[in-house]
């Protein structure tokens, strides 16, 4: 009988990342460690290349596949961006970054 191990059986291991945006409106990401938060303008993702902030307006999660690290997102997308890896722990949101 094998071994359970709960902290390993959802942990996303491919090294793989990438991002396929199709028209403006869905937008398809590998390599995803963790979703953080999310909500209909902002979501953040830990990837296996640092933190990424997806950004628009009515954004929702069509597809999650924790497994594989694949993350699917709907919605009107406006900026993706990458949080600063020199920065120490979580990135801070807009109001931490203003008062940087």
């Known amino acids: 009988m094998s071994e359970y191990v709960p902290s390993q059986r ?48 009515d954004l929702y999660m069509k597809n999650l596949n924790v497994e594989e690290g694949l993350v ?7 900026d993706l961006i990458y949080v600063d890896e020199q920065s120490q722990g979580k990135p801070k949101g807009f109001i931490g970054k203003l008062f940087k």
């Open 72 to 78: 699917s997102i709907e919605g009107r997308i406006d």
């Open 10 to 57: 959802y942990k996303n291991t491919n090294p793989e990342h990438d991002i396929v945006i199709k028209g403006r409106k869905t937008l398809e990401i590998s390599g995803v460690k963790e979703v953080e938060s999310f909500d209909s303008r902002e979501f953040l993702l830990e990837t296996v290349m640092g933190y990424l902030s997806v950004r628009g307006n």
